[in-house]
């Protein structure tokens, strides 16, 4: 149903720009400092990098899902296949949903806040009028959101123009005015490979692949893609690279006008920097434009998990209302009203720090995590032409991938893992209680059983 009624309007370009536009947001701006001051010296680098690994091998299990199965959803159609439609795949899918509700406002909320804390470097906000502001830009990232997918698809180049500006200025900055090459000679100055280090970087990590989260949003919007068993892995995998190249030139560029030490302590660290370089004038234009890439980040997030419920209630595994496209503009209108209302609450009540984390924790064992697993055993039932993209060295990248989410799910701290269990058991329960209003997986077996008996 959802390939009927939703058209394949988006390009590699347009796609792309959607995944970088997630990916970028406010999250590298304001993770910088936190991320030198965990690692409390000059090799700080190696954190994004490791972000940057994790990101290339899991994106491997998500562009042979997402070219097998390009559908509106994602991973909701990846869990569905993996454990089976008519089996422990419903359930699955159905946790993947669910999470989603409370996760995907908990993204748009985090940038969303973000977006306010760092405007406080323009105009020093209280805290009531920082809420205010982050509530308002949900409300306009809806607004603008509601139209056809081919407006959007403009807006989102429209958008990811400002990004590259910002990036490009922030990088020839340093090269410009800094010894650009110094953190780079120094990067090991006083590196040590024991506990602590490693501590360290999995606590480091944490922030780095959360500004690296977003290069599978394409996979969200698998029934809008031109040519999508090429175009999905294409776009995730040219988005990786790109955000990686920049985020490390970016972080050289900032460490070789500022010092580590001083950067660590900073929350407007790019802005300082660039005020360092260029003047207060400068730095406030400089700032207008980090503003303008949270703002792109905000837009594409909502956009592609505004998808999700709307593919799960098609399949007739979620709330119907959820299916409902708009009449004329003919996309999922009633999601992107339930998931950006939720998201303004979250952004009114939540604080930044607590957010990154809390979605990380989240969404790990379920979506990530799980995923994986149901990759490699689609690889084991199904014929090896249904996977248009095939990984090298497969299995090994999966494997990978999952012991990497795992170090990450440990840092994220045992209260946050604790909070996602807590999730995670509350949408089993509910899904065994709607199964049994329904008959569906595991009663209907039972009962087909039964009657056979």
Known sequence: MSEIVLQRRLGLAQATAINMTDMVGIGPFITLPMVIG??????FLYAWLAGAVLSVVDAMVWSELGAAFPKAGGSYNFLKEAYGKNGAGKLMSFLFVWQTMIQAPLVIAS???GFAKYFSYLIPLSTLNSKIVSGLLVILIIVLLYRKIEAIGKIS???????????????????????????????????????????????????????????????????????????IPRSMFISIAGITVLYLMMNISVASVIPWQIAKGSEFVVSIFIE???GSTSAKIATCLILWVAFASVFSATLGYSRIPYAAATDGAFFKVFARLHPTKKFPHISLLVLGSIAFIFSLLFKLSDVINAILAMRILIQFIGQAIGLLLLRRTRDKRDFPYKMPLFPWPVYIAMLMWLGILLSTGCKMIISGMIVIFTGIILYFIKARINKEWPFQLKENNLIQL
Do not use: R
Not at 38 to 43: E, S
Not at 178 to 202: E, M, Q, R
């Open 111 to 113: 940038a969303a806040i």
């Open 157 to 231: 180049m429209l958008l990811w123009s400002g990004v590259i500006v910002t990036m490009l200025w922030i990088i020839g900055g340093g090269i410009a005015h800094g010894n650009f090459l110094s953190p780079i000679k120094h990067l090991n100055d006083g590196l040590t490979l024991n506990y602590a280090f490693v501590t360290a970087l999995g606590f480091a990590s944490v922030k780095t692949v959360y500004s690296f989260l977003g290069y599978y949003n394409v996979c969200h919007l698998g029934g809008e893609i031109k040519n999508p068993s090429k175009n």
């Open 38 to 43: 965990m690692m409390n010296g000059p090799y």
């Open 276 to 278: 360092q370089i260029a």
